[in-house]
């Protein structure tokens, strides 16, 4: 995260790996002693003594490992545990990629243990990262509080304490902190003891650090811990607060215990029902026991991430851990057990086994991607949150891996500072779905047998993608799940080392029952060849088909140069739908008439027939296909039309991302009144069930009816749908004239984010003004949250410079990690946009300085901002812009490209689509307006 580019180093490491750790020793165990002052007045002092057993793999004169962001006492560095040891020369640090590099008077001997003891000092600062300080207002007494918490992952470790910071490297560790009596400590493992004595009085006498930290010996403790199992170093964690805790009721042998500030902790209820229930499922599911005696979860104001895994002490930031029952909508609940889900999955996929590298991140994020919908399914049923989660992730994939600037889900590293940009939706998303995918083609039971198998083989060890194709294979073998003439790793290295996905083309010939079939890499520029090809299981059917098909393999070499000629049993006046259940991420194109008989069944009362994958996969596949001009723009706009029957979220949601994609560059221009009308006409009916239209959520506890009303009610202000404003602004000020606002909010839950913007939208300063009061006196993460969004909401262009203004302050408004949050909203909106963009421009340096150069705020604004372009112009003033920007966009290359890539697509579509779409538009309204629609 905050290297950068060259070093030269004699080793025997290839070029393109030389930030890697050379590997003549390696550590088997770390004993921590650490002591840190919570104290701003003493500008967060601490001191530390890393004991790092090692072993000797071959003799050498040098150790190096990492280091970064403290003073180490060179003349106290020792090595020491045989007889006869070398005596440290020199000790020296290398910024560029935090190598500590430690010389010896004579090599160390091969086959040997040794002790490395590096003492060592600073101070913390308020970052996101490493061991740092986070802030909160207690809302009790009005005073601000300070806490310490970690975030190690990926390269943050080596902020925390001298270490080899690879995932290769597992090692137990043992950690004693020192800290003021009013703070509470937690880590990875159990408290074992604690003691009123300076654990690090050997090289840290209370001399010293008693004059730095003002401080007596007496308001101390020392607190040590259990030892770890063995790990990577990215998951050692800890906190230490002034919080309270929670329980979780003892449904299993893991004692779980819920941390927030002491105001919040009544919000920790669901966390403490869900937690449990779901790392008992994962450990039957998995056949593998939970191997901790427990496992704290915290909440934590200043946080990077959403949650972050570590072993034992899951960390996450408030709002995707605390849930209020009054305050927290179903969305919420949702991510909540998604996010909680997802890091105890986790436990198995990263800690217990850890990809090699970090080239290999997707076996950790798409394993615990997929598996929290497993989690979640367990424990909440009725939320569907497989099928769900399964659209959702397949729909991601579709919008990134289009672009030629995408990456492969196995990725070659050749720099450290690219690997927080693999922490992308093509590690998460595409990793999950093709995960599933496997799960589907091979059989749930054969499946988890070759999981377990491979979590019991590579348990506190490291594994590579072919480690787990050659456990499938192992049970696909003896089960028969694959043909015989292939294997799990001839069909997934085509899917994991390649970047994109395909398009696979149907042509049929209706008198014989026959289709031809090829295959080519889907982009948006249809004319850059690609040689790309893949393995794909064809799930099909036939409109009269009531028995699960059988599946049909494409292999990579069908398809390709000829078409593949396939004989099959649907009549020649019945559909046939491919990847009806969304088995592998691609995409179709049928020939015209195909498409006519889908769309025949699809506008009729009987769209049910087709399963709501199939019409996901349909709904995506013709608005992508007409936005490239591979389908006729009519046939999409008929197909969509069926929308108005739809009874289900997610078609709904599809067919509306779509639309959203050509709302995104018509909404500046003169004719978005007509596609407007359009998306009227689609959304009416179903507006008016519920939400907004009624005032309220009807069928509250129905995640898919609340999901339906919430997303209709929001399309339906935007989109002019009579009498949607007035609702929301007519709630709006029902709530301000409320008496104890906070404490009262006659707005139903799930409906506020909207009503707020648009009460913000049609008001004043004063609007604006009263919202933010009731931000800042909510102690609920997701009311604040969702404040926040409304608060960008404004249409004055001088409060929006002011919000934006606040992102680059320390003040009490907005915690750190939220205010990229804030100008990507700005972006987003209408009038904002101009004023974001200005911002962007005259103020990147500052920005920079405010995320505390972390590099993922700056690739979340600088896509949301390309991501709205429409000209050439906006482009060519961002290119140059750039040109001059260059050193402070270097950690978001990758986004950046992509970004750029997202605005050629939408520019060339204007110049080129539009026309042609509002032709079709204008034809199907006139045509559609004189008959039932
Ligand atoms: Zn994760």
Same mark, same amino acid.
């Given at each position: 995260m905050e290297l950068s580019l060259f070093l030269f180093i004699v080793c025997s490491v290839p070029v393109s790996h030389q930030y890697l750790l050379p590997d003549h020793v390696a550590p088997s165990h770390y004993q921590l002693r650490l002591m840190y002052d919570v104290d701003p007045n003493t500008n967060y002092s601490f001191y530390g003594v890393a004991d790092i057993q090692i072993s000797t793999k071959k003799a050498t004169s040098k150790i190096i490992l990492h280091a970064q962001n403290y003073m180490i006492s060179e003349d106290k560095v020792s090595v020491v545990g045989q007889k006869d040891v070398p005596k440290v020369t020199g000790v020296k640090l290398n910024d560029t990629y935090n190598f500590l590099e430690i010389t010896l008077d004579k090599d160390l001997e091969e086959n040997k243990n040794y002790t490395l003891i590096i003492p060592f000092y600073g101070n913390l600062m308020r %970052?996101? *990262?490493?061991v740092y300080i986070s802030a909160y207002k207690?809302?009790? &007494?009005g005073k601000t509080e300070y806490l310490i918490a970690t975030q190690f992952?990926?390269?943050?470790a080596r902020k925390g304490f001298p270490c /080899?910071?690879?995932?290769? /490297?597992k090692s137990t560790f043992s950690l004693v902190l020192g800290h003021s009596k009013e703070y509470t400590a937690v880590s990875n493992m159990p408290l074992a003891t604690s003691s009123?004595? &300076?654990?690090?009085?050997? #090289? @840290?006498?209370w001399d010293v650090v008693g004059k730095k930290f003002r401080? %007596? =010996?007496?308001?101390f403790v020392w607190d040590e811990f259990d030892k770890s199992v063995?790990?990577?170093? #990215?998951?050692v964690a800890f906190v230490v607060s002034k919080y309270s805790y929670k329980s979780a009721p003892n449904t299993s042998n893991t004692k779980f215990r819920i941390w927030a500030r002491s105001d919040a902790i009544e919000q920790t209820s669901y966390a403490s029902e869900v937690g449990p229930a779901v790392l008992s499922h994962f450990e039957r599911w998995f056949n593998?026991? /939970?191997?901790?005696?427990k496992q704290d979860m915290v909440a934590i104001p200043? /946080?990077?991430? %959403?949650?972050?895994?570590? @072993?034992?002490l899951v960390t996450y930031e408030d709002a995707a851990l605390l849930y209020h029952d +009054?305050?927290?909508s179903l969305s919420d609940k949702e991510r909540i057990a998604s996010l909680i889900a997802h890091e105890l999955a986790h436990q198995w996929f990263g800690n217990l086994v850890t990809m090699k590298?970090?080239?290999?991140l997707w076996l950790n994020e798409g394993f615990a991607t997929f598996v929290a919908s497993l989690g979640v399914n367990a424990i909440e049923?009725? @939320?569907?949150a497989d099928i769900n989660n399964a659209v959702e992730n397949t729909l991601t994939v579709f919008n990134l891996d289009v672009l030629e600037s995408s990456h492969p889900v196995s990725v070659p590293l050749e720099?450290? $500072?690219a690997i927080t940009e693999i922490f992308d939706d093509i590690s998460y998303s595409k990793g999950a779905t093709l995960i599933r995918m496997m799960e589907m083609f091979l059989g749930e039971e054969a499946f988890r047998e070759a999981l377990h198998n491979y979590l019991i083989k590579y348990s506190y060890s490291n594994a590579e993608q072919d480690d787990l194709w050659s456990e499938l294979n192992a049970v696909v073998m003896n089960k028969?799940?694959? &043909?015989?003439?292939? $294997?799990v790793k001839q069909v997934m290295d085509t899917w994991t080392k390649q970047t994109g996905f395909p398009l696979v083309t149907v042509n049929r010939n #209706?008198? *014989?029952?026959s289709v031809n079939i090829s295959q080519k890499r889907y982009v948006w520029?249809? %004319?850059? =060849?690609s040689s790309q090809s893949w393995w794909i299981p064809l799930s099909i059917k036939c409109e009269s088909g009531t028995e699960d098909p059988k599946l049909v393999w494409l292999s &990579?070499?069908?398809?390709?140069l000829d078409d593949k000629h396939l004989e099959h049993?649907? *009549?020649?006046?019945e559909w046939m739908l491919f990847n009806y259940n969304m088995m592998a991420p691609f995409r179709v194109n049928y020939d015209e008439n195909n498409w006519k008989l889908l769309i025949n069944t699809l506008t009729s *009362?009987? #769209?049910?027939?087709?399963p709501v994958e199939g019409r996901v996969q349909m709904l995506s596949d013709a608005f992508e296909l007409a936005w490239n001009n591979q389908l006729d723009y009519g046939m999409t706009l008929q197909l969509a039309s069926y929308l108005q029957r739809e009874q289900e979220y997610l078609p709904l949601y599809t067919g509306l991302s779509g639309l959203s994609k050509i709302s995104n560059v018509l909404k500046?221009?003169?004719?978005y009144g007509l596609f407007q009308e359009y998306v009227r006409m689609l959304i009416t009916r179903i507006y008016q069930s519920g939400g907004l239209a009624v005032k309220n959520i009807v069928n509250g506890d129905d995640l898919n009816s609340v999901k339906i009303q919430v997303l209709s009610s929001s399309w339906a202000c935007s989109m002019n749908v009579p009498g949607c404003e007035d609702n929301a602004l007519e709630m709006f000020q029902q709530w301000m004239k409320t008496q104890n606002p906070d404490e009262n909010n006659p707005i139903p839950v799930d409906l506020r984010s909207i009503v707020t913007c648009v009460g913000i939208h049609r008001g004043s300063e004063f609007h604006w003004s009263w919202s933010l009061e009731r931000r800042n006196r909510s102690d609920v993460a997701a009311t604040r949250e969702h404040l926040l969004d409304s =608060?960008?909401?404004? +249409?004055?262009v001088w409060i929006l410079a002011k919000f934006l203004e606040w992102t680059l302050t320390e003040n009490d408004?907005?915690?750190?990690?939220?205010s990229s949050r804030v100008i990507s909203e700005v972006i987003s909106s209408e009038v904002g946009y101009y004023v974001a963009r200005d911002f962007i421009y005259n103020r990147i340096k500052d920005i920079h300085t405010a995320f505390y150069d972390q590099s993922e705020g700056i690739t979340d604004i600088m896509k949301t901002l390309l991501g709205q372009f429409t000209t050439q112009k906006e482009l060519d003033e961002f290119l140059s812009w750039q040109k001059r920007n260059d050193e402070l966009l270097s950690e978001s290359k990758m986004a950046v490209a992509q970004g750029i890539e997202t605005a050629r697509t939408n520019i060339q579509w204007v110049e080129t689509m539009k026309p042609i779409f509002m032709d079709r538009l204008k034809e199907f309204i006139r045509t559609s307006s004189s008959t039932s629609f």
């Open positions: %970052e996101l *990262d490493g207690d809302k009790k &007494n992952q990926p390269i943050s /080899f910071d690879e995932p290769m /490297f009123l004595d &300076n654990a690090l009085e050997d #090289y @840290w006498p401080k %007596e =010996l007496s308001s063995p790990m990577s170093s #990215y998951l593998v026991s /939970f191997p901790l005696p200043d /946080f990077v991430a %959403e949650g972050m895994e570590n @072993w034992g +009054r305050e927290s590298s970090w080239s290999d049923p009725s @939320w569907h720099d450290p $500072t028969g799940a694959l &043909n015989n003439n292939m $294997t #209706y008198s *014989d029952k520029r249809q %004319e850059i =060849l &990579n070499e069908e398809g390709v049993g649907c *009549d020649q006046n *009362d009987k #769209y049910s027939v087709i500046r221009s003169a004719e =608060l960008a909401c404004s +249409r004055d408004e907005l915690h750190r990690q939220e």
